[in-house]
């Protein structure tokens, strides 16, 4: 994994989308609009690894209900927020037992409010939980939000060239800006989106994708992440 500078950057958008040369240069393609074009592509790569547990980087936060009906995620901690891994009730041993996720259509219970959290959601930076709860803590394991990189020496470090994404994407923008899009770009840049997603199952080629006795499997992460899903509510051994 090598690192690359904001500059550097600059320069291979500039070179993909054929506006390296000055002349070629309409007097939109400024430093500071590459440089918000980089950044907005950033995020969208750091949400993207995240959806295939890819991520280069994570933060938890720990949110005890009070009974609201949801929990602002920057007044919890947690203000870098941009993608969720999983929420987990923590026990009195200190393990972190998962919980799944509910949709939009289902309204969190107003009852048993002393109960377990069966399902959690979230929308925007909110978090709610199922049941609304007053009691127990529950840790939120994220995918923060990439610093803004400004100065020319800044660095993003991603493996196998995964930066790529933030070049081919970036181009892509100059182009349709320029009204000279161009297909290679988009071929190469839906290689690259397909490419990330493939590594997911590939990385880890030595370990097996499911498991085979889930009973004696008490940690709640599973193969390759979070396998294991617990019945709830949770025996007491947990």
Not at 18 to 37: F, I, K, M, Q
Not at 76 to 103: C, F, K, M, Q
Not at 117 to 140: C, D, H, Q, W
Not at 155 to 166: A, H, K, L, S
Request: aromatic letters at 12%; zero cysteines; proline letters at 5%.
């Amino acid at each position: 994994m090598a690192s690359v500078q904001l500059s550097e950057l600059r320069d291979r958008i500039l070179f993909q989308a054929d506006l390296e040369h000055e002349s070629n240069n309409g007097p939109w393609v400024t430093t500071s609009r590459l440089n918000a074009y980089i950044n907005w592509s950033r995020r969208r790569l750091d949400a993207y690894l995240a959806r295939y547990d890819l991520q280069q980087d994570e933060s938890s936060v720990d949110i005890s209900p009070d009974g609201s009906t949801n929990y602002d995620l920057t007044a919890e901690g947690a203000s870098d927020y941009l993608a969720a891994l999983g929420v987990y009730y923590l026990a009195t041993n200190g393990n972190e037992l998962w919980i799944p996720r509910h949709g939009g259509r289902d309204r969190p219970s107003n009852t048993g409010t002393n109960q377990y959290a069966r399902s959690y959601r979230i929308y925007g930076k909110k978090l709610e939980f199922n049941p609304v709860l007053s009691t127990g803590t529950y840790r939120l394991h994220y995918v923060p939000e990439p610093a803004t990189l400004s100065d020319d020496t800044d660095t993003v470090d991603y493996p196998w060239g995964w930066e790529e994404w933030i070049v081919l994407q970036v181009s892509m923008k100059l182009r349709q800006k320029d009204e000279t899009a161009d297909d290679q770009l988009k071929r190469d840049f839906l290689e690259l989106k397909a490419e990330i997603a493939n590594e997911s199952v590939l990385r880890d080629t030595y370990e097996v994708q499911s498991i085979a006795d889930v009973e004696d499997f008490r940690d709640n992460r599973g193969v390759a992440g979070r396998a294991y899903r617990p019945v709830f509510p949770w025996p007491d051994y947990y």
